[in-house]
């Protein structure tokens, strides 16, 4: 018969539910304090439940954090939707996507938390490059039928992340909610260049009459 550890005064004890209010706990830490500054005990503490507890359901912060940065999202349903509609639409359609993402609050939790933790392990990295910029990126700009869909696929992530980044992490004074259309007016042109304009025009760049 399994053990589990026995729960301190004010602590919840193993059982149905513990599982899942360690993973919003650390989802949070890992969200606000990034993946150095989270602790076990941190997380532990946030969640009222004794430390062995996320050693018996998870093993590790590695595998706690492994847990926690599952993307928010179906990369395969993403993609039809993203690919559902004008070709020449499609990267407003990615920029409102990315939008709604970050204004659901779990996702935007999730998303942070990933992006955060991608900076510091290797392994958090390696799921965006997989996940998001070969499962979504690269297959929508291959199915725009656009040249190169790989080097789109590395600047629209490479934009995007920065503006998660921005938005979500160093919170510049980008458009709130009420101004999420001046904010998609203004990104996804760019994103659109990215993945159906010239990569290479070079002819009368820096010419001055």
Request: one cysteine or more; aromatic letters at 4%.
């Amino acid at each position: 018969m399994a053990t589990h550890a026995k729960a301190g005064p004010g602590r919840r004890p193993a059982g149905s539910g513990t599982r899942d209010c360690i993973l919003k706990a650390a989802r949070q830490c890992f969200a606000e304090l990034g993946h150095d500054r989270t602790t076990v005990r941190g997380v532990a503490a946030r969640a009222g439940v004794d430390a062995a507890l996320i050693f018996h359901y998870f093993g590790s912060k590695q595998q706690l954090l492994a847990e926690v940065t599952e993307l928010p999202f179906d990369p395969a349903a993403a993609l039809h939707r993203l690919l559902d509609g004008p070709r020449g639409s499609t990267g407003r359609r990615l920029t409102e996507w990315v939008m709604e993402v970050l204004e659901e609050p779990e996702s935007r939790t999730r998303m942070t938390a990933l992006i955060r933790a991608a900076a510091a392990e290797d392994a958090a990295a390696q799921q965006i490059r997989e996940r998001i910029t070969r499962q979504i990126l690269t297959p929508l700009a291959a199915g725009l039928d656009a040249e190169e869909p790989e080097l789109r696929a590395t600047l629209i992530g490479a934009h995007l992340f920065g503006l998660v980044m921005a938005r979500q992490i160093v919170e510049l004074p980008l458009p709130t909610v009420d101004g999420r259309a001046t904010l998609v007016d203004a990104v996804s042109p760019v994103i659109q260049h990215y993945l159906t304009g010239d990569l290479h025009v070079r002819e009368g760049i820096g010419d001055g009459d």
